[in-house]
């Protein structure tokens, strides 16, 4: 397959797959009779006393039977009513809803696909990639940086393929132009091919310029431009895989840790949203700033030097003006160039469009509601939420609407979790339009001459069948099933005990060991799979050791995902076989690198800063995480099978 054909052929949709999508419209009413719908929903469960539970539950049954009748958002959409209006009326928690559907942690994957697909279908995320690569693809070494950071950013909210996919054609074009423009530099210098080491010792300067003009294909073989293509390439699965680590939900290994340690230890210390990204980001960012280091010095070590050089002679010059010349050389010309090309791809983009500029509104939301849902220290807008549903009165819990208090052993949770803000923005996708709907109203006046049309949604339902990789959600379930199966069987704890031979050693030691052996597991096998098989032995291994679970399972999970070797590893890591530069052997050389440096640097964030982030003093086992063997807070507010 040749390199720049499938990415230039990318680059010239505009804002993403936008042609390419079926034009799905919407009649206006719809939107409105959904929103009047679900707003006089919110009022009625609002109005009624606390302890009227079966009245509110009437009125989320009745809701989402009108929505059904009516047709007025997709079937499969409005089945997801109750997912969100049992929970905000108090009837069912967001774990118990979800567990009717499937797991919990399923429905926020879910969640997390939808909004993912809305930036996909809408071409936000090329138009932050552009951005990004404007400002930083001044030479060889920045550009490797912001190649990596834009993956790195964008696979937090963004699935590693996708953005991999969306990456690797700009990353095309940007070799095509750097191509283009050497070609023309070399030709002004009457010298092509003279500095790369590429003239033929029985022909000519103009002889090879020749051979080059009728074969472009043969300056792909320049050892100096090939050879930082290589790692130019590499940066997007290495930036992509890197981005996952550091949200909760950028990875589904991420969420199979979550699951685990919810079963394994229902009463431990709750890790959301916040806790996750607060010790995962630095760690996180870390990772990528260590791989832009390997990558730079291996495939642009010259303009890495070159920079730091530049960025001294600049300081001098501020203290001692005219100590360096200033002029530009010809390396910094040719950036120059590339950089302007970059910018006139992103400029072709035009002005932000009405979908892009909600669909970030949305995303910062999405994050900031997840951030301050439950923070450590503070009351959240999900505890607000829990106090106008029960009343906690000296150390007794009473269920409003149960008849009365209980004594309970379990500390009392929101209603209100992560999942349920991720399916809400997802039912927002399904009923937002793509074109302003204020334009041509008092409100906001429509341009000239444009004339009112019926307009397709922010997500369709084409594009969330197309698009959602359901065999993930399958995956987890099958993920869900093995864990139930090793831990109600005895296997965990058996294949626990059986390293019962690492008791006494070093903690940190035993992190190490544990995180090399899943960083190689993982470049032979998926690493959600890798993660599913390991989480029930990493929870049972922790207590036969005597360490702190969250120790060896966050050390595992975050492992699983520095995936660097081989094409195997991942899907991101295949995808770059598209391209003619990459052989296996590059990937391995590097990736072999990038792991041993990653895994350091897991096991020293896990360490340190990870505990005491989740108010673990001492990297010890506390018994009292395990479930107890009275009835749970759940128990006796909701009796009866779930």
């Given at each position: 397959m040749g390199t720049i054909s499938l990415p230039e052929a990318?680059?010239?949709?505009?804002?993403?797959?936008?042609?390419?999508?079926?034009?799905?419209?919407?009649?206006?009413?719809?939107?409105?009779?959904?929103?009047?719908?679900?707003?006089?929903?919110v009022i009625i469960i609002a109005s009624f006393d606390n302890e009227n539970l079966k009245a509110r539950a009437g009125v989320v049954i009745a809701t989402t039977a009108l929505l059904w009748c009516t047709e007025a958002m997709p079937l499969m959409i409005t089945a997801l009513m109750p997912a969100v209006l049992f929970p905000f009326a108090g009837v069912l928690d967001t774990k118990q809803v979800s567990a009717v559907y499937w797991n919990y942690i399923s429905m926020l994957m879910l969640g997390t696909f939808l909004m993912a697909e809305s930036v996909e279908a809408c071409g936000l995320h090329r138009r932050s990639a552009l951005g990004i690569l404007s400002m930083l693809g001044r030479s060889e070494a920045l550009l490797l940086l912001g190649s990596m950071l834009v993956a790195w950013k964008l696979s937090m909210?963004?699935?590693?393929?996708?953005?991999?996919?969306?990456?690797?054609?700009?990353?095309?074009?940007?070799?095509?132009?750097?191509?283009?423009?050497?070609?023309?530099?070399?030709?002004?210098?009457?010298s092509a091919g003279i500095d790369m080491g590429t003239v033929k010792k029985n022909g000519s300067v103009a002889d090879n310029l020749k051979e080059e003009e009728e074969d472009a294909a043969e300056e792909a073989d320049l050892p100096q431009f090939t050879w930082f293509c290589k790692g130019l390439i590499l940066s997007i699965p290495y930036g992509a895989s890197m981005g996952g680590i550091a949200t909760l939900t950028g990875t589904p290994p991420n969420l199979v840790f979550k699951s685990n340690f919810e079963k394994f230890y229902p009463r431990g210390p709750s890790v959301d949203f916040g806790k996750w990204m607060a010790f995962c980001y630095p760690l996180s960012f870390l990772v990528v700033?260590?791989?832009?280091?390997?990558?730079?010095?291996?495939?642009?070590?010259?303009?890495?030097?070159?920079?730091?050089?530049?960025?001294?002679?600049?300081?001098?010059?501020?203290?001692?003006?005219?100590?360096?010349?200033?002029e530009k050389t010809d390396d910094q010309k040719k950036w120059k160039q590339v950089n302007i090309e970059i910018r006139k791809k992103y400029r072709a983009l035009g002005p932000l469009r009405f979908p892009e500029v909600v669909l970030f509104c949305l995303v910062i939301i999405l994050v900031i509601l997840w951030l301050f849902r439950d923070p450590d220290g503070l009351d959240g807008w999900s505890i607000a939420h829990l106090r106008s549903m029960v009343e906690v009165k000296n150390d007794t819990v009473k269920a409003v609407g149960s008849g009365g208090g209980h004594e309970v052993a379990e500390e009392l949770h929101p209603y209100l979790?992560?999942?349920?803000?991720?399916?809400?923005?997802?039912?927002?996708?399904?009923?937002?339009?793509?074109?302003?709907?204020?334009?041509?109203?008092?409100?906001?006046?429509a341009p000239p001459g444009k004339k009112f049309r019926r307009s397709e949604k922010l997500l369709t339902m084409e594009t969330v069948m197309q698009k959602t990789p359901w065999d993930v959600l399958i995956l987890l379930g099958g993920g869900y099933a093995i864990a139930e199966g090793c831990e109600s069987s005895?296997?965990?704890?058996?294949?626990?005990?059986?390293?019962?031979?690492?008791?006494?050693?070093?903690?940190?030691?035993?992190?190490?060991?544990?995180?090399?052996?899943?960083?190689?597991?993982?470049?032979?096998?998926?690493?959600?799979?890798?993660?599913?098989?390991?989480?029930?032995?990493?929870?049972?291994?922790s207590e036969r050791l005597n360490v702190n679970p969250l120790f060896l399972m966050v050390s595992g999970t975050i492992s699983a995902s520095l995936a660097f070797c081989l094409p195997?590893?991942?899907?991101?890591?295949?995808?770059v076989f598209t391209f003619k530069e990459i052989r296996v052997i590059d990937m391995l050389r590097t990736g072999v690198i990038m792991n041993i440096?990653?895994?350091l640097i897991v096991v020293l964030g896990v360490s340190t800063w990870t505990l005491s982030i989740l108010g673990i003093e001492d990297n010890v086992f506390d018994p009292s995480w395990k479930p107890l063997n009275v009835t749970t807070f759940s128990d006796h507010i909701f009796p009866g099978p779930v």
């Open positions: 990318a680059l010239h949709t505009k804002g993403g797959e936008e042609e390419n999508r079926v034009k799905t419209t919407v009649p206006k009413w719809k939107t409105v009779f959904t929103a009047a719908v679900i707003l006089i929903a909210f963004m699935s590693n393929t996708a953005t991999t996919a969306m990456m690797l054609p700009i990353i095309g074009a940007i070799i095509e132009s750097l191509r283009t423009i050497q070609r023309e530099i070399d030709r002004k210098n009457g700033i260590t791989g832009w280091h390997v990558l730079v010095l291996m495939y642009a070590r010259k303009s890495y030097f070159d920079m730091i050089t530049s960025v001294g002679k600049k300081i001098i010059n501020l203290f001692s003006p005219g100590s360096f010349s200033t979790k992560d999942a349920w803000i991720a399916i809400v923005i997802g039912i927002l996708l399904f009923n937002i339009p793509t074109e302003n709907p204020l334009e041509g109203t008092f409100l906001w006046k005895g296997l965990s704890q058996w294949l626990g005990d059986s390293f019962g031979f690492l008791e006494g050693q070093n903690n940190v030691l035993v992190a190490l060991v544990i995180c090399f052996l899943v960083a190689c597991l993982t470049e032979v096998a998926s690493n959600t799979a890798s993660t599913t098989l390991l989480m029930p032995i990493l929870a049972p291994m195997s590893a991942t899907a991101p890591n295949a995808l440096l990653s895994v």
